[in-house]
């Protein structure tokens, strides 16, 4: 089960208001690289990972990516804080307060909704782990292009944050990648699928 | 207690708690690992003091510790996503 603590894993306290920033921000919530897809794809593919190491590190990320989902929401959240309409006019951000107000709701920058599509679990621990390398990559490549966007410091400093932590999972991956492919024979790293091994020669 | 000293608590907690969500993703793949563990141990208990004492001078972090002898507290106090500003 989990359990709420009543704080952020890193503090979000921004004072200026900025529609347009939110709009971009708000992909790492629910874009195809964003925070609730890391948290979900994570903790879905543990359950048919016979690794134990693999399986704590599958919920232990997972479970710090949901601190990360709320994160990114607090900050689109105080960045569109008790919005004017005329503010909402003036970044662009109508089109979005149409449907939510000023609620947050899990879509990508460019208005694409969540989907369970932008993740995978395959139930190949070996393809998981570099689906998983892959996403952190990406999730990094994504702060990457929004801090080029950013000159606020309050806005900055949580979205470095999160970039760094990106760059820590991807190396928690990799070792968990060498963990399963150190247990299979060295000849045939990559042929089959450890986890599942009826037999394919029929 | 005052504004500073919670800050200075509150802020205790995250630094402590982050060494120790850090740590035990390392550790996870490191299990054997001695000087984490030691530094684990050393981390852990300044956080089990911070949290004691800012849940007692402040108010709850987990609604396990909400203490029921007035009313019902948990949902008194602003919610972290709110931000002090």
């Known amino acids: 089960m989990w359990s709420y603590e009543r704080r952020l894993q890193y503090p979000v306290n921004i004072k200026e208001r900025n529609p347009r920033l939110a709009q971009v921000i ?9 925070e609730l897809a890391a948290s979900m794809r994570y903790l879905s593919q ?6 134990r190491k693999v399986a704590g590190i599958l919920t232990d990320i997972g479970t710090e990516e949901l601190a990360h989902m709320e994160m990114v929401c607090a900050i689109v959240h105080q960045l569109t804080r008790d919005l004017t309409p005329q503010e909402i006019m003036e970044g662009n951000f109508e089109r979005y307060y149409v449907d939510h ?7 990508s920058a460019g208005g694409i909704p969540f989907n369970s599509c932008f993740f995978q679990s395959k139930g190949d621990p070996i393809t998981d782990m570099i689906e998983n390398m892959a996403a952190e990559q990406k999730a990094r490549t ?4 929004i801090l080029r966007l950013v000159h606020d410091h309050d806005v900055c400093e949580p979205i470095k944050f999160l970039r760094q932590r990106e760059i820590n999972h991807f190396q928690r991956f990799g070792e ?20 599942y091994l009826p037999d394919l020669r029929k | 207690m005052d504004k500073t000293s919670r800050e200075k608590l509150f802020a205790c907690i995250t630094a402590t708690s982050f060494v120790l969500d ?9 299990p054997n690992d001695q000087e984490a563990l030691d530094y684990w141990r050393k981390v852990q208990r ?14 709850p972090i987990y609604s396990y510790d909400v203490d029921v002898s007035n009313r019902w507290t948990w949902v008194d106090e602003p919610w972290p996503w709110e931000g002090r500003c």
């Open chain 1, 26 to 34: 708000m992909s790492q919530f629910g874009g195809p690289d964003g």
């Open chain 1, 46 to 51: 543990r359950y048919s990972t016979k690794n």
């Open chain 1, 101 to 107: 107000t000023l609620a947050l709701w899990p879509q």
């Open chain 1, 142 to 145: 994504t702060y990457d292009n």
């Open chain 1, 176 to 195: 968990a990648l060498r963990i399963i492919t150190d247990e299979l024979d060295s000849k045939n790293f990559y042929a089959v699928n450890p986890d």
């Open chain 2, 22 to 30: 850090d740590l035990r993703l390392y550790l996870d793949t490191h």
């Open chain 2, 46 to 59: 300044v956080r089990n003091e911070a949290v004691e004492e800012y849940t007692k001078c402040f108010g």
